[in-house]
């Protein structure tokens, strides 16, 4: 009973809280109602606790000469089997709240986490359970933000403290762009301190700037010169180490101090260039390619490499690709090949040798159909078929086809027609036709456009008597009693005329929406409409499920990239699917331009009728 209803109330409290106001289904606190903690009677409140002072008195044997700072022993003893049962204790202290935020933002300072943080409801409630206070509330944005800057100052304090008793400051420097294609220059400082007569090596950052001027010599001995004047090093530095690119190279030329060119730059270049000269490309790219099929081709692949490796008595481990930016993995690379060559070896006697063709000229319009299918924008089912005709059309084989061209147009038209008779192409077909765009259906062969149309007339057939089977048992005991012997002939004769009058409009263009055009004339084909709304919602591909991956790569980012990926499937779970909207977790209903426009990656896709115009309703 105490957690029923203490799990809809708490915030603010009455008399040393013994009185707790009511909170509303909305989460905002009905400051005219309170109830009690003992007996979880309620009380009308206008701001006078007489009321409640004599409740406590007559009912809950508090003292009356303190009612407002105690209850009596019996209520203290009913406030501490309430705090077992809840997890809810006294409040705490206004000096604790500011010691947690101290924590907080120290926390998000050290490890990197975004200020927005703090606004993050199951961080509150956590730290409700851990202080036993329901009424504690996480420090605002500006708060953090404030104690950051004093952690900043405090420590920057310190570093010119040891910046200043230091004779002699050697200086590094780095550049580096983000994949946002942000820039930013770091420098770093390097210190000996002699403590007791120890020397002791100390390095620390100095700053780290956001550039929005070119990445250039001048710029970049613009940059360094400014760090050494703002940190009053300028006389003490020695050396400014810096990588051994061109423009690194030329800044340190205009600079007074003396340049220390990174040898392990100059080291892993020189690897680089040599193992190039000496013809082992051939060589390393091939062990590339083997590493990378096993590292991101199928699941068991992998498996079966792990089998091998068990066989063999050796540990299962994965294989290293090596990386342009990441030293010494090609040395890594190599020998995990080398030490899982018996491996290799016994999967190449039982796996075929496939030999895979990619030229240009040919996969050019498979990416095209690829991304105009799967792309970001909502493409209906009824430019499956036209794609596809197309898309068979253009791999038909040529005289000037060359010999490898010939046998992957051959291949890939044997297996292109094996998958896809998979599909449904009833369904499709009526799509097709529905789509003003498509309707001529010119990707069909002569004899075939009939059967569609045939068909589309029996479903309308269908969609009209449906209707009619749907109004009141007395409505339509009147409209039969006022059919004459041939309503059933009038009745298809209508059908036929609307479906003449839909294949007497012109087709209109591949890149106009066939909503908006079937928006403008839901009126003129009233029955045709609603069968439009039914076969065109449906999407061309599954990619909007696809969007879950793209989900889950925020919530399983590059800080958080030790969690399980079973936890992603339950994070997503709990996550706003509809990232192309700040109302997350809202239904919205989408303009008719927004139809055929970024979608976001809805979970249900419906097309609705609102106010005359047809409209992608978006369920998450």
């Known amino acids: 009973l105490y957690k029923s209803k203490i799990s809809q109330l708490f915030v603010f409290d009455l008399l040393g809280g013994k009185f707790l106001f009511k909170k509303l289904p909305d989460g905002g606190v009905n400051k005219r109602v309170v109830l009690c903690i003992f007996c979880q009677k309620e009380f009308a409140y206008h701001r006078s606790s007489s009321t409640l002072r004599y409740h406590l008195n007559a009912k809950h044997l508090a003292p009356s000469t303190d009612a ?100 002699f400051v050697a200086l590094t420097g780095d550049h580096w762009t983000t994949v946002r294609n942000g820039n930013y220059i770091g420098v770093t400082a390097h210190i000996t301190v002699v403590t007791d007569g120890t020397w002791h090596f100390q390095s620390f950052a100095l700053t780290v700037l956001e550039t929005d001027s070119r990445h250039n010599a001048e710029n970049c001995t613009e940059r360094f010169l400014s760090v050494a004047e703002t940190w009053g090093i300028h006389q003490k530095i020695t050396t400014i180490g810096t990588g051994a690119t061109r423009t690194t190279m030329a800044a340190a030329r205009h600079l007074p101090f003396q340049h220390s060119p990174c040898i392990a730059h100059i080291l892993q270049r020189t690897v680089t260039v040599s193992l190039a000269e000496c013809g082992f490309n051939g060589v390393l790219a091939k062990c590339h390619k083997i590493a990378g099929h096993f590292q991101y081709g199928a699941e068991n692949m992998e498996e079966e490499l792990h089998q091998k490796q068990s066989r063999l008595g050796q540990e299962n481990e994965e294989l290293i690709r090596d990386i342009s930016t990441r030293w010494n993995s090609t040395l890594d690379m190599i020998s995990s090949l080398l030490k899982n060559q018996d491996a290799f070896a016994a999967l190449h006697n039982q796996e075929h040798n496939q030999d895979t063709l990619t030229p240009t000229e040919v996969l050019q319009l498979q990416r095209f159909v690829t991304e105009l299918l799967g792309g970001e924008t909502y493409v209906p ?124 409009e012109s087709t209109i263009s591949e890149t106009d929406c066939p909503f908006q055009w079937w928006s403008s004339r839901a009126g003129t084909h009233s029955q045709l409409s609603v069968l439009a ?57 989408l303009s008719p331009h927004a139809v055929v426009g970024e979608w976001g990656g809805s979970l249900l896709l419906q097309t609705l009728v609102h106010e005359g115009a047809w409209v992608e309703h978006v369920a998450l």
């Open 68 to 167: 407002a700072t105690a209850v009596g022993g019996a209520g203290r003893r009913q406030i501490k089997q309430l705090d077992n049962e809840t997890g809810l204790g006294p409040r705490t202290s206004p000096s604790t709240s500011e010691k947690l935020a101290n924590p907080i933002a120290l926390w998000i300072a050290l490890d990197c986490r975004p200020l927005s943080v703090v606004e993050d409801k199951g961080l509150e409630n956590a730290l409700k359970i851990a202080t036993r206070d329901p009424t504690l509330k996480l420090p605002s944005r500006d708060t953090i933000s404030a104690i950051i800057q004093q952690l900043y100052n405090t420590e920057k304090l310190a570093k010119m403290n040891a910046l200043e008793k230091a004779k």
């Open 381 to 504: 089912c009824s430019v499956v078929l036209p794609a596809l005709c197309h898309l068979r059309h253009t791999m038909e084989v040529s005289d000037n086809d060359s010999n490898d061209v010939v046998k992957f147009k051959t291949a890939f038209t044997k297996e292109f027609t094996q998958r896809t008779a998979t599909l449904n192409l009833e369904w499709l077909k009526v799509a097709t036709v529905l789509d003003p765009r498509f309707k001529d259906l010119k990707y069909l062969a002569r004899e075939e456009r009939e059967e569609v149309w045939s068909r589309l007339e029996a479903l309308l057939q269908e969609q009209c008597k449906g209707t009619i089977m749907e109004e009141p048992a007395t409505k339509k005991r009147l409209l039969l009693c006022s059919f004459d012997s041939d309503s059933d002939s009038d009745e298809e004769e209508r059908w036929r005329r609307a479906l003449n009058l839909y294949r007497a």
């Open 533 to 589: 709304r039914k076969y065109l919602s449906s999407p061309a591909t599954s990619v909007p499920c696809e969007r879950l991956f793209s989900l889950a790569g925020h919530i399983v980012t590059k800080k958080r990239a030790r969690s399980p990926k079973a936890c992603c499937r339950v994070e997503v779970a709990w996550c706003p699917l509809h990232v192309g909207s700040r109302k997350h977790g809202r239904r919205q209903t």
